[in-house]
């Protein structure tokens, strides 16, 4: 870390390609210079640190380093047969009606996006064209939210190549869901999304993000969303990680809340061969109430890492933290949560839970909770527990007649319904209790 | 031939022999009370039947319908006809008492090679059990126990046995935490179901639960056997004179 700057620290083949690769890019990457000039920062950042490590404190339990053993190359843009088989992407949600806002391999598809005709008050755009066009509220808020020292996300910045701009107009209700999908074609390739969401004051919208991709193929995903929350706005923001079973995944949310704001935000977690899902959440206006919850379902040798920041700057906010985690086989949960009570931040209530549900002896779960208060007169609390499915339980269902597998899969749904039940579109949580049905036909 | 017959039962847990060489036959129909001090192997027994983890029988023979009852899984037993109510019944947050009942219900029903209940059909035969039995119908929509009484729990344990039906109940100490009220209430529901085909086994501890559900025979359990068997009015004895002479007996 005290590297003298001129000194490069890149040695892994992956650190290596990245650099190649940003490189390679950089003269075609969109923007204009005041960009370009982000992107070189950023991208001297990653030079200087390297990929996040085992002895990176945030990186402790996902070591990329090591996890990232290439870098793929940065995708080409889709052709007509992977926009093809993009079409029926999104199916997770069951028949919830959205606005499909599409992207395969990081590039927005118009012809696949339901985007020609908006609601009043609702703008949809994509970042490469915004970019292009030196959109004001671009050179206004990217890069303002995400911490400028996570490597995940100064890679992001350096490598960035499109994503969607979306502002909801003050006042303006957005009664359709908006709902970002996007997938990896067959290209084993990277693909670094950038998003950025303006939601002014008294809005209200609900944004979903649902990432997907082929089985087969080992493609990275590095996808970071920038968020603003006005004043009086509600935002509801669900993010399905359903991932190829193979594909590395790092994703970013940092928002910036304002005051007598309600602000949800739902991360559910079910594909993947590493997924990393960050969260950078300060809430600087008073009278804020925040639910922030995620439901985790992995088994073989996946590895899922959730890692909360949430800084509470403003006074009388409150904040519900929900996160339970399901692993099998030789999975690897992680669950990082931190809470920050900064000194102005009286009267803050923050309640943080984590539980994780092991179903196999060769499974792994590491939760670290941590709060720092700064401010005398709050209400701060939080636990974490791990453990096996209630054998009693389990009896007492069979008991009645159920089968083991079956009364396993009611309580595995019974665990999950708690965090699952805080999103408030009932339609989007039968769809995912529907997913965690099927994990667990599957699982048997 | 017995619906249930047990033979020189030995079992317990965690290494401890609590059942030394218990027998019982029940026939169809007939319903037993069986009586005893704490610690005398009354819950165990009623464990080892419905087939608990860890309570692990060493010897001796237990079979149900004809079948060898430690062939088959608890849920298994439940679908041939064994319904264990328990003294403690769980907690089951997160999971809603209709989708229990009806997981329950169709899972049996399955396994016995019938039709799954219709969903309006199940409703209908649900609620109609839930009136009779005074059981709130917004307790239905909850999660499984959870934030009901004592009573409420008791009663809906009396509710899933009316409708899944079995051919031998046992009644764990079903009195216990029950006010008059609610104990007449959980003994009509018992003796509603009483008939040719059904057998119950009374678990309990006091007499006056049998003044509601009239056993045709009473037994003493004491340090994990049978050792007195008489009529209805050995419960009657046993509350004026206490189970000393029976402890002793053993001891002796």
């Known amino acids: 870390m005290n590297a003298p700057a001129d000194v490069t620290v890149i040695k892994t083949a992956a650190e290596t390609a990245l650099a190649n690769a940003y490189t390679e890019a950089r003269a075609r990457l969109p923007g204009g210079d005041a960009i370009a000039a982000q992107r070189a920062a950023a991208f001297d950042l990653f030079a200087k640190e390297g990929l996040p490590h085992r002895r990176v404190e945030e990186w402790k339990y996902t070591d990329l380093r090591a996890l990232m053993r290439e870098a793929k190359p940065l995708a080409s843009p889709p052709d007509a047969a992977a926009k093809a088989r993009a079409r029926t992407a999104g199916q997770m949600l069951g028949d919830v009606e959205t606005r499909r806002i599409v992207f395969v391999d990081g590039a927005f598809v118009p012809e696949l996006s339901d985007t020609a005709v908006l609601e009043r008050g609702l703008t949809v755009g994509s970042l490469a064209a915004a970019l292009a066009d030196r959109d004001p509220l671009l050179t206004a808020h990217l890069g303002k939210l995400a911490p400028g020292s996570d490597v995940a996300v100064a890679l992001n910045t350096a490598l960035m190549g499109d994503g969607a701009v979306i502002r909801v107009g003050a006042g303006s209700t957005i009664e359709r869901p908006l709902h970002l999908i996007l997938v990896a074609s067959e290209q084993p390739a990277a693909s670094f999304v950038r998003s950025l969401v303006v939601v002014e004051a008294g809005a209200r919208v609900m944004l979903i993000e649902s990432h997907e991709g082929p089985p087969g193929s080992d493609y990275q995903v590095n996808a970071a969303l920038e968020m603003i929350v006005g004043d009086g706005a509600h935002v509801d923001h669900v993010k399905i990680i359903g991932e190829g079973a193979a594909a590395l995944h790092v994703s970013t949310l940092a928002a910036a809340i304002g005051a007598k704001a309600r602000f949800n935000t739902f991360t559910f977690t079910i594909g993947g061969a590493v997924v990393r899902n960050q969260l950078f959440l300060n809430f600087n206006g008073e009278d804020t109430v925040a639910g922030i919850r995620g439901a985790t379902l992995i088994n073989g040798h996946q590895h899922a890492d959730t890692t909360l920041v949430v800084s509470h700057v403003a006074r009388s906010c409150q904040s519900r933290e929900v996160f339970k985690s399901v692993l099998d086989g030789e999975a690897h949960g992680v669950f990082q949560g931190r809470i920050i009570v900064n000194p102005g931040a009286q009267q803050t209530d923050a309640k943080m839970m984590t539980r994780a549900l092991l179903l196999s002896e060769r499974a792994e779960a590491d939760n670290k909770p941590e709060l720092e208060i700064f401010a005398d007169d709050v209400q701060c609390g939080h636990g974490a527990t791990a453990g096996a499915l209630d054998r009693d339980l389990k009896f007492y269902l069979m008991a009645r007649g159920i089968p083991e597998a079956e009364a396993e899969a009611l309580l595995i749904q019974a665990f999950l319904g708690e965090a699952i039940e805080g999103i408030e579109h009932a339609g989007l949580r039968e769809a995912l209790m529907d997913c965690v049905a099927g994990w667990v036909k599957a699982r048997a | ?252």
Request: net charge neutral; proline share 4%; no cysteine.
């Open chain 2, 1 to 252: 031939m017995a619906l249930l017959e047990i033979k020189n039962l030995r079992a317990g847990i965690d290494g401890k022999e609590i059942l030394k060489g218990l027998d019982l036959a029940v026939n169809p129909g007939e319903v037993h009370a069986i009586m005893g001090p704490n610690g005398s192997g009354k819950s165990t027994l009623a464990y080892v039947l419905a087939g608990k983890q860890d309570y692990a029988p060493t010897q001796g023979e237990v079979r149900f319908d004809g079948v060898n009852l430690f062939d088959m899984e608890p849920d298994q037993r439940a679908a041939r006809g064994l319904f264990l109510a328990f003294q403690y019944p769980l907690e089951i947050p997160g999971v809603a008492t209709m989708t229990f009942l009806r997981t329950a219900l169709n899972a049996q029903r399955k396994k016995r090679g019938e039709a799954e209940l219709s969903t309006p059909e199940f409703l209908k035969k649900v609620r109609g059990l839930a009136t009779t039995l005074g059981v709130d119908p917004d307790m239905l929509r909850r999660a499984v126990n959870v934030g009901f009484s004592g009573g409420e729990k008791k009663r809906n344990e009396i509710l899933q046995m009316a409708l899944l039906e079995p051919r031998l109940a046992v009644l764990d100490e079903t009195d216990s935490g029950l006010d008059i009220d609610a104990l007449k209430i959980v003994a009509d529901g018992v003796n509603r179901l009483r008939g040719p085909g059904r057998s119950f086994i009374v678990i309990t501890h006091y007499q006056r639960l049998l003044n509601y559900i009239v056993p045709d025979v009473v037994h003493v359990l004491s340090k994990g056997r049978i050792v007195k068997t008489g009529g209805k009015d050995l419960a009657l004895e046993l509350e004026a004179r206490g189970y000393a002479e029976y402890q002793e007996e053993v001891a002796a």
